[in-house]
C-alpha cells in the first residue's frame, strides 16, 4: 500500500532551477514507501581536498525527504519544511555517485521524521542522515 498522497511518479518531481539541479541530484525512483535519488560527486559536490563534501550529502537527504514529506500531503492545504537534521558521515567517496534511499520513521500530522542512507557505487553505506520536517496549513 503506497503512502503518497495521490499517485505520482519520478516526472512530477520538480528540480528545474533549484539548488538540486544545480548539484545535479536527480530522482530515480519512487517505490511504495521510499523515495530514491543520485548525486554526483564532482567539482559541484567536493570539498577542496576531493572528497565529497558532508553538506551535499545532507542537501541529498534533505532534498528526499521534503519531497517524500511533500508527496505525503495534501498539498493544496498544507506544506512541509525541514526543521532539523543531523547526519552520520561514515565513509569518505571520491569520485562516482552516490545514492540515497529515504524512507519515512514517522508520519504524523504536524510532525514527520524521515531517514535517508546514502551509498557509494560500490554499494557501502557512507551517510546516515535523519530530518524532521513539520507540516504547516496553507494560510
Keep these: ?16 532551477n533549484t539548488m538540486v539541479e544545480h548539484l545535479g541530484i536527480k530522482i530515480t525512483e519512487l517505490g511504495e514507501d521510499y523515495i530514491v535519488g543520485t548525486m ?4 559541484r559536490t567536493k570539498q577542496p581536498f576531493g572528497i565529497l563534501h558532508g553538506g551535499a550529502s545532507v542537501a541529498l537527504a534533505e532534498t ?3 519531497y517524500g514529506g511533500y508527496l505525503t500531503i495534501d498539498s493544496e492545504k498544507y506544506h ?16 562516482g555517485n552516490v545514492t ?13 521524521v524521515w ?3 546514502i551509498e557509494n557505487d560500490k ?16 494560510k
Aim: glycine share 6%; hydrophobic share 40%; with cysteine.
Design 40 to 43: 554526483p560527486v564532482d567539482n
Design 64 to 66: 528526499l525527504a521534503s
Design 1 to 16: 500500500m503506497s503512502i503518497w498522497f495521490k499517485e505520482y511518479n519520478v516526472d512530477d518531481i520538480v528540480t528545474e
Design 100 to 112: 540515497g534511499k529515504c524512507t519515512p520513521i514517522k508520519r504524523g500530522r504536524s510532525t514527520q
Design 115 to 117: 531517514q535517508t542512507d
Design 80 to 95: 512541509v519544511v525541514g526543521v532539523e537534521i543531523n547526519a552520520n558521515h561514515l565513509k569518505m567517496a571520491k569520485e
Design 123 to 138: 554499494g557501502e553505506l557512507i551517510c546516515i542522515s535523519r530530518i524532521t520536517l513539520m507540516v504547516l496549513e496553507k
